[in-house]
């Protein structure tokens, strides 16, 4: 199972055409996506619900 961090990265890179070169760029856009979540206290998409 890939982890959440792992999945969003190429679905970004998908999204944007699978441009090459430009990797890093949809990680670290990923990587704010999560941290913003978090930041807000949002469950991340996938998780159990809580109740």
């Known amino acids: 199972m890939k982890s ?3 999945t969003r ?3 970004l ?3 944007a055409g699978r441009p090459e070169g430009r990797e890093l760029e ?3 856009q990923a990587e704010r996506e999560l941290q913003g ?3 807000r206290g949002a469950p991340q998409k996938g998780s159990p619900d809580p109740t």
């Open 9 to 11: 990265p190429y679905e």
């Open 26 to 28: 949809f990680w670290h």
């Open 4 to 6: 959440r961090s792992g």
């Open 13 to 15: 890179w998908d999204r």
């Open 37 to 39: 979540r978090a930041e």
